[in-house]
């Protein structure tokens, strides 16, 4: 059997890159180090940490521990919450939510959830995809409202490590032009069209998009501001700074701004909960998902499968 221990050990191996910095985080002595890793590999048969000169690389049987551990981990966190709000007079939920998706779809859903589970104490945690992905995992949130661009999602399709990703809309992206601009009463636009514009950035993670469309239309990108929120990008975009790329779900109807439909292939950004994988579902999180999905459905974002 393999102990769990060790695979604790393996992980700090794994993320510290050393012995050495393993043993200073988990107030061990370098050579108790040493000594788990080789109980594991004699557990195993075979090895699963190669030292050398620049450090330790994990062998596969290795990476597939570290996997295994950083699961039990999580398993580990969301028992120790189970058992301690079992404790607590009220049960309790915590959400996770990137700013966008928290204004235009998260109300709905937790007016719907809160009338039909009053008893529940809700926390709402704003934080990006990247930290609350994490916060899932270790079971600081129950469940997370989260995004992603181009590319998989943030959670991994097998589930590991301990994760799902539930798809809930594509929230295509729309070009926000000045109402007196050139191309303001097209019924859409073609991105190459704007070669000549400047740009406002109303999310860091559209610049790479844009850059990698500017570089296959063969224009420089020409940023006149950078923000992160897509309301304050509207309102310069509306002061006449430049042009942008605005989510559905996000457009706010700023006067003197107007949203033009981007050509195909049009740009999305897809929206997804972050939930753990566990044998028993968290009824109140499995509720409050069931929610979020009815919401997604009528303000604004595309259901999956009906992107035009």
């Known amino acids: ?3 769990v221990q060790r695979l604790r050990v393996l992980r700090a191996v794994a993320e510290h890159g050393s ?6 985080a988990l107030l061990l002595t370098p050579s108790a180090v040493s000594q788990h890793i080789a109980a594991l590999e004699r557990t195993l048969g075979q090895p699963v940490a190669v030292r050398s ?24 966190d969301q028992v120790r919450r189970a058992i301690d709000r079992l404790a607590q007079d009220r049960p309790r939920l915590t959400v996770a939510t990137f700013t966008s998706g928290g204004r235009h779809l998260l109300p709905a859903a937790l007016s719907r959830f809160v009338e039909a589970h009053p008893e529940v104490e809700l926390t709402v945690l704003e934080s990006e995809p990247e930290d609350a992905v ?3 995992r270790g079971g600081a949130a129950d469940l997370a409202l989260a ?4 590319g998989p999602p943030p959670v991994r399709p097998d589930g590991r490590p301990g994760l799902a990703w539930r798809p809930l809309a594509e929230d295509p992206l729309w070009l926000v032009l000045p109402r007196g601009h050139r191309l303001a009463g097209r019924p859409s636009v073609d991105l190459g069209e704007l070669a000549g514009d400047r740009w406002v950035l109303g999310c860091l993670k559209t610049e790479a998009f844009l850059r990698r469309y500017a570089e296959l239309a063969g224009f420089d990108l020409r940023v006149g501001a950078s923000t992160t929120d897509y309301f304050f990008a509207q309102t310069l975009v509306a002061a006449g700074v430049g042009v942008s790329l605005v989510p559905q779900v996000a457009l706010a109807g700023v006067p003197e701004a107007v949203a033009v439909r981007v050509e195909p292939p049009r740009p999305a950004r897809h929206i997804g909960l972050v939930l753990p994988r566990r044998r028993h579902a968290n009824r109140c999180a499995e509720a409050l998902a069931d929610a979020l999905t009815a919401a997604a459905a009528t303000a604004g974002a595309t259901p999956i499968g009906a992107l035009p």
């Open 53 to 76: 000169t620049r450090g330790v690389t994990l062998t596969e049987p290795g990476r597939l521990l570290v996997e295994a551990a950083e699961t039990i981990s999580a398993e580990l």
């Open 134 to 136: 994490p916060m899932v």
């Open 19 to 24: 012995f050495n910095k393993a043993a200073g």
């Open 1 to 3: 059997m393999i102990d």
């Open 147 to 150: 995004y992603h661009f181009d």
